[in-house]
């Protein structure tokens, strides 16, 4: 099971560090990934990690301001987000692959967190 936590409301230009912690300690051979849905949207790709930290991936909209990593000692992942506009508020779901890369697809992931929900104001 993944827990995602962190969000909030923030006002543009801000931070906010989410975290995704997982129960089991299996999901250190795993590749981890984020993914966000925006109101009335798809659910889209937001940073992906490989089960050894390389293989890092990110989305265009996200390069240069989003940082994923992980910690394995505490089976988690994170995603900190700086320069937050509007256009990033969306729900972060969390999720690890079938194997230990890293993916941009959504397909190649199978277990998802709940959520945690990111709201930016202009």
């Known amino acids: 099971q993944l827990q995602a936590s962190g969000g909030g409301s923030v006002q543009a230009g801000d931070s906010l560090r989410l975290s995704c912690a997982a129960s089991?300690?299996?999901?250190?051979?795993?590749?981890m990934g984020w993914f966000r849905q925006a109101p009335g949207k798809e659910r889209e790709f937001v940073a992906a990690i490989s089960w050894n930290g390389g293989g890092i991936l990110y989305a265009d909209s996200v390069k240069d301001r989003f940082t994923i990593s992980r910690a394995y000692a505490a089976s988690t992942m994170y995603l900190q987000m700086s320069g937050l506009t509007p256009e990033d508020t969306a729900v972060y779901y969390c999720?690890?692959?079938?194997?230990?890369?890293?993916?941009?697809?959504?397909?190649?992931?199978?277990?998802w967190g709940q959520g945690t929900e990111v709201t930016v104001s202009s």
């Open positions: 089991s300690r299996t999901v250190s051979n795993n590749g």
């Open positions: 999720a690890t692959t079938r194997s230990a890369s890293s993916s941009r697809s959504r397909s190649n992931y199978v277990h």
